[in-house]
């Protein structure tokens, strides 16, 4: 299994000082940052595009864990890539070329990861586990930090988890929505390696110890 690691949401830091957002996390010596790509059509709701995402580049070495929420993923591949997307993650749910747009984040130079949200079942990104580099599995109906985990999620995280090790395969799972120490480890004991956190790493008293709590999920 992979070591936990956490990817902070972005979307929860102060977006008049994202690069400050940024430095909070490259400080704590973390790895990765994640970055919620909302389109107003795919999700109820706006964040920001490319043009914030290249100008954060040259300020932070962090991993930018790129997660798009758009219905047509396919059209703005190469602007995320382009701007210093280390990884891309797209959802199944929109109709597009699933394959050939995982090909081309690859062709990009990219890490690739498929989405899914709550009310699609694992099933539907079956064929393309030997394509990514991570699976993601939302914990909430995305567009909106701060709701609730939803737990009836974990018979589909354990189920990828299981997948993952029969077949050999070396994909992250990662989790997304409403996670804090207490669901982290309910995920992290169905298969999770990777836990995004907005609202409970940005507004946690204590940072470090919140990054301390995730890197010792066992
Ligand atoms: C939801 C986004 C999440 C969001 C998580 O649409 O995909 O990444 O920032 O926020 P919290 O951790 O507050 O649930
Ligand atoms: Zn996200």
Same mark, same amino acid.
């Given at each position: 299994m992979h070591p936990a690691i956490l990817s902070p949401s972005l979307l929860a830091g102060d977006h008049a000082q994202l690069a400050a957002s940024l430095k909070v996390v490259e400080d704590l010596g973390l790895g990765w940052i994640h970055l919620d790509i909302m389109d107003g059509h795919f999700v109820p709701n706006l964040s920001f595009g490319p043009q914030t995402v290249a100008a954060l580049r040259p300020r932070s070495k962090l #991993? #930018? /864990?790129? +997660? !798009?929420? !758009?219905? %047509?993923?396919?059209? @703005?591949? %190469?602007?995320? =890539? +382009? =701007?210093?997307?280390? !990884?891309?993650s797209i959802h199944i749910e929109p109709a @597009? /070329?699933?394959?050939?747009?995982? =090909?081309?984040?690859? =062709?990009?130079?990219?890490?690739c990861g498929i989405v899914l949200n709550p009310g699609t079942p694992a099933e539907a990104i079956e064929p393309l586990l030997t394509k990514v580099d991570l699976v993601l599995v939302m914990t909430v109906q995305p567009g909106f930090g701060g709701q609730a985990f939803r737990g009836e999620m974990m018979p589909k995280l354990r189920q990828i988890s299981e997948?993952?090790?029969?077949?050999? !395969?070396?994909?992250?799972l990662e989790v997304d929505g409403g996670i804090d120490l207490t669901t982290a480890a309910e995920c992290r004991a169905a298969g999770a390696d990777t836990f995004v956190a907005g609202t409970s790493f940005y507004r946690a008293p204590d940072r470090a110890a919140f990054a301390a709590g995730i890197a010792t999920l066992s």
């Open positions: #991993f #930018f /864990d790129t +997660h !798009l929420m !758009l219905d %047509e993923p396919h059209r @703005y591949i %190469e602007a995320f =890539a +382009h =701007a210093g997307s280390n !990884l891309i @597009y /070329d699933h394959v050939a747009t995982l =090909a081309k984040i690859h =062709a990009l130079g990219c890490q997948w993952r090790h029969q077949r050999g !395969l070396k994909f992250r």
